[in-house]
């Protein structure tokens, strides 16, 4: 069986989600990425619980001039990873608008979402940066709302520069997303 999942990289600027895309397609890191314009685009199987899983991957602008633009990409997607840097709260504290605006443009409300705290590299370096205790306890107060819907708001650390946890990342977010479709199968039968 396999599927073809829609998900998008969202999150503030310069927190890392072009970088993680490109270490995800196995391009290495670079630390002089462009900013995305609107959205970029890319493929990648996966093999998830022995399901071929083709990801489409929109990676969208983060700064807040692109909002209008970003919506249209959000459309028809089933997942995301929602990236802030560790070494950046405030790109922490904007995750529930994040949120809002993923769940009111995709066309479906609550779909599956993955938190990576990206950057953890450098963490030492900021005394106050975000821990992964305060992004677990955000991903559990969310998950309140979400299990309705059937899932959890999983969290994971990541550092596009080492490779720590990128592909782990999407592969999260392939299992959560196929727990979500067994629950809505077992409910509407």
């Given at each position: 069986m396999s599927f073809l999942m829609k998900i998008v990289l969202a999150g503030d600027g310069a927190v890392g989600k072009t970088a993680l895309r490109e270490r995800y397609l196995g391009k290495g890191f670079?630390?002089?990425?462009?900013?995305?314009?609107?959205?970029?685009?890319?493929?990648?199987?996966?093999?998830?619980?022995?399901?071929?899983?083709?990801?489409?991957?929109?990676?969208?602008?983060?700064?807040?001039?692109?909002?209008?633009?970003?919506?249209?990409?959000?459309?028809?997607?089933?997942?995301?990873l929602l990236v802030f840097d560790v070494?950046?709260?405030?790109?922490?504290?904007?995750?529930?608008?994040?949120?809002d605006e993923i769940y009111k443009h995709n066309g479906k409300g609550a779909i599956p979402v993955v938190l990576l705290g990206n950057k953890v590299d450098l963490r030492e370096s900021f005394p106050n940066h975000v821990t992964d205790s305060q992004?677990?306890?955000?991903?559990?107060?969310?998950?309140?709302?979400?299990?309705?819907?059937?899932?959890?708001?999983?969290y994971m650390p990541t550092s596009?520069?080492?490779?720590?946890?990128?592909?782990?990342?999407?592969?999260?977010l392939g299992n959560v997303y196929l727990d979500y479709v067994e629950t809505q199968t077992q409910t509407s039968s």
């Open positions: 670079s630390s002089n990425y462009m900013m995305t314009i609107g959205a970029d685009f890319a493929l990648k199987e996966a093999t998830i619980r022995e399901k071929s899983i083709k990801f489409q991957i929109w990676d969208l602008a983060g700064q807040p001039r692109f909002g209008t633009v970003r919506s249209v990409y959000y459309y028809g997607c089933l997942g995301a070494t950046r709260p405030d790109t922490f504290t904007n995750l529930d608008s994040w949120i992004a677990e306890e955000f991903a559990a107060k969310k998950s309140e709302d979400t299990q309705k819907s059937g899932f959890s708001i999983k596009a520069k080492s490779g720590l946890n990128v592909s782990a990342a999407f592969d999260m």
